[in-house]
């Protein structure tokens, strides 16, 4: 098999996922309507299959080591409308329709604080 | 040193931002007035100290491990407006002021692609 070249990864039409030396690619959840930042996770080869083949968000959990249907427990599943990548491929932008809040912690998304001063403040996103 | 728990980390108002093995933190770049997201990349402490101290997106450069002024090289800086925490405190969603296409491609966003049945279709953003 002959090398992709980085202009070939950046300039192409072929999806050349570039998973890094743990298998993972970052993949970040936006809300297609309101164009939030959900929430920020790693997807394996398997996960990424699993999203193209159901449409529905799956990662890769690193702390349980295995694949994650998002919402498998909460019922918040997130609805991939559109993948698009970035120039190196080794990052996703979902675009998605969230079926609840993304946040385990009931937030609609992840993102619910920001720096203020050396502390955090809560926003609404 | 106490041991700080998920709750704090979650509910609270410190700010404990929770590097990975590798010293890290994902750092996602968003276009402050369009919302779109511009990059993603990786903070190490250093990037993030830089960042908060001159307001301009530092990042850690993993293929050349080390320290990386957005814009060193093209004048294409970031400006750094807001920053925002996950719940976890692992990754970052920096609000900014883009002075310049902010990929190296040329193109305003480095998610330039869409994937459109097995290959990428070019997008305007």
Same mark, same amino acid.
């Given at each position: ?60 959990? =690193?702390?349980? &080591?295995?694949?994650?249907?998002? /919402?498998? +427990? #909460?019922?918040?599943?997130? @609805?991939? !409308? ?14 998605? =329709?969230?079926? &609840?809040?993304?946040?385990?912690? /009931?937030? +609609? #998304?992840?993102?619910?604080? @920001?720096? !203020? ?9």
């Amino acid at each position: 098999m002959t090398e992709i070249t980085a202009t070939e990864r950046e300039m192409g039409t072929a999806f050349l996922p570039r998973f890094d030396a743990q298998g993972l690619l970052i993949a970040i959840a936006v809300d297609s309507r309101t164009r939030e930042i959900l929430m920020v996770a790693y997807m394996d080869e398997a996960a990424l299959a699993k999203t193209r083949e159901t449409g529905l968000a799956h990662f890769h959990s =690193r702390s349980r &080591g295995k694949l994650w249907l998002k /919402g498998e +427990t #909460s019922g918040h599943f997130l @609805r991939v !409308e559109e993948i698009r990548v970035d120039c190196d491929q080794d990052a996703l932008e979902l675009r998605v =329709r969230p079926e &609840g809040p993304a946040c385990h912690t /009931g937030a +609609t #998304s992840c993102f619910y604080r @920001r720096l !203020e001063g050396d502390g955090l403040e809560r926003v609404e996103a």
